[in-house]
């Protein structure tokens, strides 16, 4: 029986006004052909039989589709798909669509519902962290790839789902080439119960991917009409990108050439510079409409993302970076201005540090990005630096991610998967081996591995958490030192909201900061703005009122002290999940107790606990931390409140961190002081034994010892208290 789309299960309005929706049986709205119109528009529209018959009679199961950005494939796909299912009756399972940003999800999410004439949360859908918009009866999900992966190594086989669609390949995330690799894993042989595969790429990316899904059928999208710009290269790089970047706005504003403008900087600090400049100036523009509006697009925005895609009188002006490299289509850019780089972290396994490193796109991504101006004229696309820096320095595709993140939270769920040897599963880019096996050596110090190198029991439930295993590890120990509660807040706001984004900008705002922040270090401060941002009343704007000083509550945005609102809201979501998690699993809980004396040393030895291998020591009492694992010297982070302390304030000797970045000098971010007695109680002896030869490891060995021979004398003691007695009777 042939597959019919929903557009061929009833006339078009004029003819008829029985046409009903296939998935929900009510009549399709005058909107839904509105939409179907520029869905014909579509170069991909041209290639949806040969996609349904590859999709239908393909005996491997997998399909790859390969098209330009803008060619509507992340939309179109995903119906056809559903359309497909349909006409198996969804024995299969549902259709799951993954995108690489959950910003992506929820915006796909929203456009293809509204084009399939479906209620958002019904039968279309999105899943993303902290946000679940599903139901019984969802048929199509957008998914983050990350979640799915989470659901792939949490289950024994492949999922409820018919159809998978991996979107957006050519970012090579993590979690899509780790889907893939999974999927290709000789452990499946075949995929089972009639799956079927669909992965989605850019043509850069397309040999590649061939060759790794052993030449399966490829379907090739049409390209977009329309002329594309050539590209006008400056002369040099400019030494400021941002004001280079609002002038080219501005230039275009004053000659006032049509159509909106897309900016790409390379991060999100320069987008929020670029937006404050470009909304102060564009206001003393003589134009004869409206002002242009200024909008930022970063994985930050949440929800205000949508104000990208609203139809508005005024000129808009796009403020982005990678996000929108191959994402976020917006049919009205005419003009685009590339500064054609990206700052991006580096994790490196053998200091166990990300590195913040500015560098060139792709040449993919270049030319991604000049395609968004293409049309009839075509628009214009600036580029910030000279034609020869990208022939010269930039490589030919996206770096794969997984060479360059952290691999303790992959390595956890490979191993939930039973894949004994994480470094035979097949990837795309093969990760380096010392990274694979820092991951291993670090999750063995967690003990989530028993002697055989599988799971132990704590692994498997440091595996439930969609936290970092060094944080679920701090959080399981919580349970022992009847710390929960506040180890609950702490664990959502340093994944959600890790403190303040930028340093203070004036005293006023420092003393303000100071009413903010506790004794105790960075941890418990974290643990204080939750409970301030939870206790006050917050309005949409993002305004909160707390009582932050003995002068009573008063109004303050929350951006004013660089602390991010909707963060603040993500940390409160999480956090809820979270303990919905642990009773799920029947761990035990504890009563509120921040702030006592017991509960401080218990949040502290649960921390040391998970993050045992992240302490450092001040070497010369200025401040200069030698880092236990590696003899690599550091200083606090300007947002650390011992930083913000008035003189004289001498720093924590021992210091527990969350992160270590070497940006433009080596910075540990989120630190609390400890005693290193905690840490001799609590880290594994053999952790001890291996720490590199230092000053600090002979502390603590000499502690180890001490602490020892403590022991030992109170067991000879006790033992001759229990012999006294026995010989007076």
């Not at 119109?37 to 290639?47: F, N, S, T, V, Y």
């Not at 909201?497 to 270090?521: K, N």
């Not at 020591?617 to 650390?640: E, F, W």
């Amino acid at each position: 029986q042939p597959l019919r789309l929903a557009e061929e299960y009833g006339p078009s309005p004029g003819e008829s006004e029985l046409a009903v929706n296939p998935f929900d049986g009510l009549p399709f709205s005058s909107r839904y052909y509105e939409l179907l119109k520029q869905r014909q528009a579509l170069p991909i529209w041209a290639a949806r039989f040969t996609f349904l018959e590859q999709l239908e009679s393909n005996p491997t199961g997998v399909v790859l589709v390969s098209g330009e950005p803008g060619s509507g494939k992340s939309t179109q796909i995903p119906q056809w798909c559903a359309e497909f299912a349909l006409a198996r009756g969804f024995q299969k399972g549902q259709v799951t669509v993954t995108q690489p940003y959950p910003l992506a999800a929820r915006s796909l999410a929203l456009r293809v519902a509204d084009e399939m004439d479906l209620t958002l949360g019904h039968e279309v859908g999105y899943s993303i962290p902290q946000e679940d918009c599903t139901g019984p009866n969802t048929l199509l999900r957008f998914c983050w790839d990350r979640l799915l992966l989470q659901e792939v190594a949490s289950t024994r086989g492949t999922g409820a789902w018919g159809v998978l669609v991996l979107d957006e390949a050519q970012e090579r995330s993590v979690a899509s080439d780790s889907l893939q690799g999974l999927l290709q894993d000789a452990r499946l042989e075949k995929l089972p119960g009639d799956l079927r595969v669909v992965v989605v790429t850019d043509p850069a990316l397309e040999p590649k991917l061939r060759a790794f899904w052993g030449n399966p059928p490829i379907v090739h999208i049409p390209r977009e009409p329309g002329e594309r710009p050539s590209p006008i290269y400056w002369d040099t790089i400019p030494p400021d990108r941002v004001e280079a970047a609002c002038q080219a706005v501005l230039e275009l504003c004053r000659k006032e050439v049509p159509g909106d403008v897309l900016v790409f900087l390379p991060s999100e600090e320069e987008i929020s510079l670029c937006c404050e400049s470009l909304s102060r100036e564009v206001e003393s523009l003589l134009l004869q409409g409206l002002p242009p509006r200024v909008l930022p697009l970063h994985p930050d925005c949440g929800q205000a993302v949508q104000a990208v895609y609203e139809d508005m009188d005024a000129r808009k002006v796009v403020v982005t970076h990678w996000l929108a490299d191959f994402s976020f289509s917006l049919p009205s850019i005419q003009h685009v201005i590339d500064s054609g780089l990206e700052l991006r972290s580096v994790y490196n396994p053998r200091i166990r540090a990300e590195f913040q490193v500015l560098r060139p796109i792709s040449k993919c991504q270049a030319e991604a990005r000049r395609l968004r101006a293409r049309g009839f004229p075509p628009g214009s696309c600036l580029c910030l630096y000279p034609k020869s820096f990208l022939e010269l320095e930039a490589p030919p595709l996206p770096q794969p991610r997984v060479c360059e993140e952290n691999l303790s939270s992959l390595v956890l769920l490979l191993k939930r998967r039973q894949i004994a040897e994480p470094g035979e599963c097949h990837f795309l880019d093969q990760p380096a081996p010392e990274a694979l096996m820092q991951a291993l050596e670090d999750l063995d110090y967690l003990a989530a591995l028993d002697d055989d190198g599988d799971l132990s029991d704590l692994g498997v439930i440091l595996s439930e958490f969609p936290l970092a295993p060094e944080l679920a590890k701090a959080l399981l120990a919580s349970c022992e030192f009847d710390c929960v509660d506040e180890m609950l807040t702490l664990a959502a706001m340093l994944t959600a909201a890790p403190g303040f984004t930028r340093p203070p900008i004036s005293a006023e705002e420092a003393a303000l900061r100071r009413a903010l922040e506790h004794t105790d270090g960075d941890h418990s401060s974290l643990i204080q703005v939750y409970e301030a941002f939870i206790q006050s009343e917050f309005s949409k704007e993002g305004k909160f009122y707390a009582d932050f000083s003995l002068a009573g509550p008063f109004p303050l945005l929350g951006g004013a002290r660089g602390l991010n609102w909707a963060a603040l809201c993500q940390a409160h979501k999480l956090r809820g999940e979270l303990l919905e998690l642990m009773q799920r699993i029947e761990l035990p809980l504890s009563l509120p107790a921040f702030g006592s004396e017991q509960n401080r040393r218990d949040l502290q030895k649960a921390l040391v606990s998970g993050y045992f291998l992240k302490v450092a020591r001040d070497t010369d009492g200025t401040g200069n931390y030698l880092l236990l694992t590696h003899k690599h010297v550091a200083q606090l982070s300007s947002y650390c409140c011992y930083r913000s302390r008035r003189a004289p304030a001498r720093p924590p000797p021992w210091v527990l961190y969350h992160n270590f970045t070497i940006s433009k000098d080596n910075c540990l971010s989120i630190v609390s002081e400890i005693q290193p007695q905690m840490l001799v109680e609590l880290a594994p002896p053999y952790f001890l034994s291996n720490l590199p030869p230092s000053e600090s490891r002979d502390l603590l060995n000499q502690l180890r010892e001490g602490m020892a021979d403590s022991t030992a004398g109170s067991k000879s003691s006790s033992a001759q208290e229990f012999r006294d007695p026995c010989v007076l009777q």
